[in-house]
């Protein structure tokens, strides 16, 4: 048996929504030290152009990004470390990429570039 069987709860534990807020928390804390090294460049909005790079409401997150084949990079390689360290799956059959002011070829390599394994 290993850890994470060990340790997390069955569905319906109250514990659960607790657990699963702490490891989401470590993949927000992915996304800040990223972005403190300029791996990761998010998007301004808003008057003050306040700095975004993630949204999570329950068990979906958003990535807001520039558009750069090293930020798909480095949010690849943020989900596969995020992947590792808490024993979840990001399944990116059901994930989506799209693009707001971003050529159809451009969003093509960064969705094939997805596919590929490191």
């Not at 569905?11 to 699963?20: I, K, Q, V, W, Y």
């Not at 999570?56 to 990004?65: G, P, S, V």
């Not at 798909?72 to 943020?78: G, R």
Request: glycine share 6%.
């Amino acid at each position: 048996m290993t850890w994470s069987q060990w340790i997390l709860p069955t569905e319906g534990d109250p514990l659960a929504l607790f657990l699963f807020i702490a490891v989401a928390e470590g993949l927000s804390g992915l996304v800040r030290q990223a972005t403190k090294a300029n791996l990761l460049k998010g998007v301004k909005v808003g008057y003050n152009e306040v700095d975004i790079c993630v949204l999570q409401f329950a068990d979906d997150t958003l990535f807001m990004c520039q558009d750069s084949y090293a930020n798909i990079f480095t949010l690849k390689a943020m989900l596969r470390c995020y992947e590792l360290a808490s024993s979840l799956k990001v399944n990116f059959h059901k994930s989506k990429l799209a693009g707001i002011n971003v050529e159809r070829q451009d969003i093509e390599v960064y969705a094939k570039s997805e596919e590929k394994k490191f």
